[in-house]
Nanobody, 120 residues
């Protein structure tokens, strides 16, 4: 069993910054990729940023230059630093990971989600 536990998020004014973190734990052999997705009310869940083993990153166009994803491989943790936040960044942010368990089978896992609200 694998668990993803998120922290961070909250309420911030436009132009402000927030940081999210997510820790993967459980019967883990290897975490190949970690990332963040978000879902705003009435919209589909969308990719925000991902990072794979080796440090290769991918960002949604809407967050490029404002958000930075990073990873601590030794502790299976991913961070998302969000700067210059806009009201349209308001959403529930979900941590995602592609995890191979001790059985070597790889599967996707999701965190419970954390609310980010950008409002004055």
């Amino acid at each position: 069993q694998v668990q993803l536990v998120e922290s961070g998020g909250g309420l911030v004014q436009p132009g402000g910054s927030l940081s999210l973190s997510c820790v993967a734990s459980g019967s883990i052999f290897r975490v190949r990729a970690m990332g963040w997705y978000r879902q705003a009310p009435g919209k589909q869940r969308e990719l925000v940023a991902t990072i794979i083993v080796g440090g290769i990153t991918n960002y949604a166009d809407s967050v490029k230059g404002r958000f930075t994803i990073s990873r601590d491989n030794g502790v299976n943790t991913v961070h998302l630093q969000m700067n210059s936040l806009k009201p349209e960044d308001t959403a529930v942010y979900y941590c995602h990971a592609e995890v191979a368990t001790i059985t070597r089978k790889e599967s996707p896992y999701w965190g419970q989600g954390t609310q980010v609200t950008v409002s004055s």
